[in-house]
């Protein structure tokens, strides 16, 4: 019950904002882009484990690549070798209050990744106020407001298969 009334409080938060945000996005290459932020749920392991193989891929490639983790949990208390935040560091109304969160949010990546293939609200939000010029992230109904290229999953547990359609779409791209 909790959590319905605080996600009807986040939704016309959002709504509300998203009335007043303007933001120039636009394609970028994976060729073209030097900085990629990578956000994802790193409430499981084997989460970061995946994103970590990604981002070195991407590293093998010469871009520079940040990670945020997000730790679905209000006692998160463990050490990372990735940057992460969790509910603690989080308002009511699901957006980030933390300086690790907001200072990601306000980079200017070329391209960022919301690698959670569940519906995570405070993820969400930071890829729809991203500072980024290209964003990703998994489709969801009624979400499409979060990232510029949204991609279909069949299996909500396909973190790996994301992120292979992530690259194999990333290197589609081109721009005149």
């Keep these: 019950m909790w959590q319905s009334v605080q996600m009807l ?10 009335q007043q945000h303007r933001a120039n996005h636009k394609a970028v290459t994976l060729h073209d882009a030097k900085s990629i932020g990578i956000l994802f749920d790193a409430t499981k392991e084997e989460n970061a484990v995946w994103v970590r193989r990604f981002a070195t891929n991407l590293e093998q490639q010469k871009k520079h690549v940040s990670l945020l983790g997000f730790i679905n ?8 070798a990735y940057p992460c935040f969790s509910r603690k560091e989080v308002t ?3 957006q980030p209050a933390h300086h690790i ?19 995570q609200a405070t993820l969400e939000y930071i890829s ?3 500072n980024a010029k290209f964003r990703i992230g998994p489709y969801f109904e009624n979400k499409t407001h979060c990232a510029d290229l949204l991609i279909c999953l069949k299996n909500t547990d396909a973190l790996p298969d994301f992120l292979r359609k992530t690259l194999h779409y990333l290197q589609m791209i081109k721009t005149s």
């Design 9 to 18: 409080f986040y939704q016309y938060y959002m709504k509300q904002r998203l």
């Design 73 to 80: 949990s209000a006692n998160a208390q463990e050490q990372t």
């Design 92 to 94: 009511w109304y699901l």
């Design 128 to 130: 729809t106020f991203s």
């Design 101 to 119: 969160p907001i200072n990601f949010l306000e980079k200017p990546f070329d391209i960022l990744i919301n690698a959670c293939i569940t519906e």
